[in-house]
Each structure stands twice: as structure tokens, then as C-alpha cells.
């Protein structure tokens, strides 16, 4: 069983950064793949970015490539999502996931563990 937890969503202009962060519960963090999703309103949930157990491989999906960063550091048990460059479309609730595969994979099926979401807001 792994318990997620996301902070550090907000309330931010066009243009500005944010930088999420989801911490896990667990002492096989690393065997998980892990991923970021995020859901708008009226809008089904869409992958982000997901990065493989080790951390060595990572994919995106196309409208946020060179803007976001996922990362992870496996001695925290914390994955990190780094968001540059926000846009008004990029306001969503976003959700951090673990996967029992090794990943990195980008389907909402592939993931077995959620967390509550953090909301993450852009105004024009």
C-alpha cells in the first residue's frame, strides 16, 4: 500500500513558476514508477509527466515539454513536478500517482495509487 500526498499547487500569473511536490509513504518507493496527471473542469484526466522508478527515464506529454520537469529523490520518497513558463490552460487539479510497474508510463490505467490532488490555478 503507498499513501500520496501533493502540496504546492496555488494561485499564480501567466509566465510564473510552480513547483509541486508529492511526498509517499512506504520503504519500496523506488520500485514504483511514478506520474503527475491533471484534471480540468468538464475534462477528463490527461497525463503530465511520468518518470520511471530509478529516475533515469522520464516522458511528457507534448504541451508541456521544455516548460515542466519531473523529478525524484528516492531517499525523501518524494516525487517533484517543476512548472516554468505557466499557462491559463495549464489550470487543472493535479494529481500525483504510483504505479507498480517500473514505468515511465502514461496511461491513467497503469496507476494503482492516488493522491487527493492539488489544485493549481493560472490567470491570463
Known amino acids: 500500500q503507498v499513501q500520496l500526498v501533493e502540496s504546492g499547487g496555488g494561485l499564480v500569473q501567466a509566465g510564473d513558476s510552480l513547483r509541486l511536490s508529492c511526498a509517499a509513504s512506504?520503504?519500496?518507493?523506488?520500485?514504483?514508477?511514478m506520474g503527475w496527471f491533471r484534471q480540468a473542469p468538464r475534462k477528463e484526466r490527461e497525463f503530465v509527466a511520468a518518470?520511471?522508478?530509478?529516475?533515469?527515464?522520464?516522458t511528457y506529454r507534448d504541451s508541456v515539454k521544455g516548460r515542466f520537469t519531473i523529478s525524484r529523490d528516492n531517499a525523501k520518497n518524494t516525487v517533484y513536478l517543476q512548472m516554468n513558463s505557466l499557462k491559463p490552460e495549464d489550470t487543472a487539479v493535479y494529481y500525483c500517482?504510483?504505479?507498480?510497474?517500473?514505468?515511465?508510463?502514461?496511461?491513467?490505467?497503469?496507476?494503482?495509487?492516488w493522491g487527493p490532488g492539488t489544485q493549481v490555478t493560472v490567470s491570463s
Open positions: 500517482a504510483a504505479s507498480r510497474h517500473m514505468g515511465p508510463d502514461v496511461g491513467v490505467l497503469r496507476y494503482n495509487y
Open positions: 512506504g520503504r519500496t518507493f523506488s520500485g514504483y514508477g
Open positions: 518518470i520511471s522508478g530509478s529516475g533515469g527515464s522520464t
